[in-house]
């Protein structure tokens, strides 16, 4: 079977069904239909080694070894930023001065500054929830909590009606009412 070339189409960050976010790389054939690969760090790393020494091959004076060069410099950069992040536990006891305060166990209270705007259904709805979440330089960037809902389920009841049961939804903020699946570009 003949290979067929696929060109450049994006990347995006998303998430696996468990939270933690993936990079999403997508391709179109010549028919312009989209192939998404998750690739793993190992493959990402080749890519740029070969990348770079395949360059070296076809013009060793290639301005696109420099470009080649600041990008594995940022990523060095980032890579040492980034040691400034850590997750954490605890109730989301009052929001003060548009910082987040959250209890934690046998310590003194959190204070972090959200990197997402706090509206008036979040303050009445996640104040006094157990939360967790992710700090990257000193900005909290996602949240989440286990909130029980009433949600309908099927009903044999012949009188019609509408029977609910409580489940436990994993949510996260900011979002339009469940996790999101879709996260955004961090530009730390």
Known sequence: MPSTRLRWGDTRVSSFPDGRACLVVRYLDPQGRQFEWVPMWSQVQELVDRAANVEVVNKPDSEWLGGLARTVHSVSEKVELHHDAYRFQGFLR?????????????????????????????????LDS??????????????????????????????????????????GYPSSGEAPTELPDIPF
């Open 130 to 171: 157990y939360v967790s979440g992710l700090v990257i330089n000193g900005y909290v960037v996602t949240l989440s909590t286990e909130k029980d809902m009433s949600v309908p389920v099927p009903s044999d009841n012949i009188f019609g009606g509408q029977k609910f049961e409580k489940r436990r939804f994993r949510i």
């Open 94 to 126: 009052r929001i003060e001065a548009g910082c987040l305060v959250i209890a934690v166990q046998n310590d003194e209270p959190l204070t972090l500054t959200p990197a997402f705007p706090l509206s008036r259904a979040f303050i009445e709805g996640w």
